[in-house]
């Protein structure tokens, strides 16, 4: 079978700003539930076939309110993991007319899709497909009330808890209001002002923090069982927070990421989670970073660019593992890693989706290893056949 590509690059003719990896086995349990009992056990028992090997992004923007005939919209593109190979169509395209999806959250555990406008915030939730056998999913506009989001102020960043039983929001207003919400009652356990207009939020893996940080001033740290600040980590030389994700190093603790736009470029800030004290600062990229993620196990971290390049580092080391040169020729407005760390989706205002597959940390020893297994092979027959002077170089070291 030939090699798939390593990387894979689709336009869908609107510019992006939302990316995230569909959680299809969560989806597709929800979806069987739906069923009557005995289609739903035909599906689990013999449907699926090379499943494993696709997965769905989804991906959210357009032109906004103006009238550039550019449209707004929320898709749904497949991805082959054999092949490498993005969709050229998206599988499902649904139009939200004047609002503009700037931000977006997928729902972990696959209720659905979670997207915010200047005019509010939008629910939309996944149907079967017409054709079950071709594995595609659909999107559906849902009439679930959002309560205080309904018809909120843009909402800069929207997050999920891992466990997916609390949303967090954060707008872009002045003093940068932070609220948490109970999934799916929507009620609220968090409403604060963070002081300045939002960035970033991102739930601690165990979802009893919350943390925010803002155009301006400290990052802070919410913590969720008394609703109260717990930590206030400041910035250093000039730095400006940027993004912040939640990840576990290898001896099994939680570990906080920022990266922040310094004088050199961009750096990933590192925070112990008990202590909130500062324990690491590492110079990544030349240019600022403009977008940023962590891979589900932890082991890799990941910067876009204003360049549209992309670069991939371990997270323990904060050495570069790969570095995607012009992934888009705009820049990087999302990144996001597949839930099994394999790929990592890119999305672009150019109106551009890459994929591209992570090679893993073990894969240059297991080149190494199959490397030095056939040079052995190659000399074992060299000297059988008497092309190699083996008993020369013996006897020349005597």
């Known amino acids: ?174 003093d940068g209001k932070v609220m948490v919400f109970k999934w799916p009652s929507m009620d609220i356990i968090l409403n604060e002002a963070q002081g300045s207009s939002l960035r970033d939020l991102a739930f601690s893996l165990d979802g009893k923090f919350l943390v925010s940080l803002g155009d301006s001033g400290p990052c802070r740290v919410w913590d969720l069982t008394s609703s109260v600040a717990k930590a206030s980590l400041p910035k250093e030389d000039g730095e400006k927070f940027r993004f912040c994700r939640f990840s576990q190093s290898s001896d099994g603790t939680q570990v906080l990421f920022v990266a922040a736009v310094t004088g050199r470029g961009a750096s990933i800030l590192t925070w112990n989670t008990s202590s909130w004290k500062r324990i690491g600062s590492k110079h990544v990229a030349r240019v600022p970073v403009i977008a940023f993620n962590v891979s589900a196990d932890g082991k890799l971290v990941a910067v876009g660019t204003e360049g549209g390049d992309i670069v991939i580092l371990n997270s323990s080391s904060m050495k570069t593992q790969t570095v995607v040169k012009k992934a888009h020729i705009g820049f990087v407005t999302a990144l996001a890693f597949s839930h099994d760390s394999r790929a990592i989706v890119s999305a672009s205002m150019d109106s551009s989706a890459t994929v591209t597959q992570v090679q893993g940390a073990g894969g240059s020893r297991l080149w190494l290893i199959v490397f030095i297994v056939l040079l052995a092979i190659a000399a074992e027959f060299m000297r059988r056949w008497g092309l190699f002077p083996f008993k020369a170089i013996v006897d020349a070291g005597k």
């Open 1 to 174: 079978m030939a090699k798939g590509k390593l990387r894979d690059t689709q336009k869908y003719g609107v510019p992006l700003y939302g990316a995230a990896w569909a959680p299809l086995d969560r989806i597709r349990r929800r979806l069987r539930s739906r069923r009557p009992p005995a289609e739903a056990e035909r599906e689990a028992d013999g449907g699926g076939g090379d499943a494993a090997d696709r997965g769905c992004v989804v991906l959210a923007g357009g032109g906004g309110e103006g009238k550039s005939g550019i449209p707004n919209a929320v898709l749904v593109a497949e991805y082959d993991f054999a092949s490498g190979s993005l969709s050229e169509q998206p599988v499902t395209k649904i139009g939200t007319g004047s609002e503009l999806p700037y931000r977006m959250a997928v729902h972990p555990q696959g209720d659905g899709v979670l997207c915010a406008s200047p005019k509010g915030c939008r629910w939309f939730e996944w149907e079967d497909p017409e054709n079950a056998e071709d594995h595609k999913l659909g999107l559906r506009k849902s009439e679930k009330v959002l309560g205080q989001l309904e018809n909120a102020i843009q909402q800069l960043a929207l997050v999920f808890s891992h466990d997916g039983s609390l949303l967090a929001a954060g707008d872009e207003g002045e």
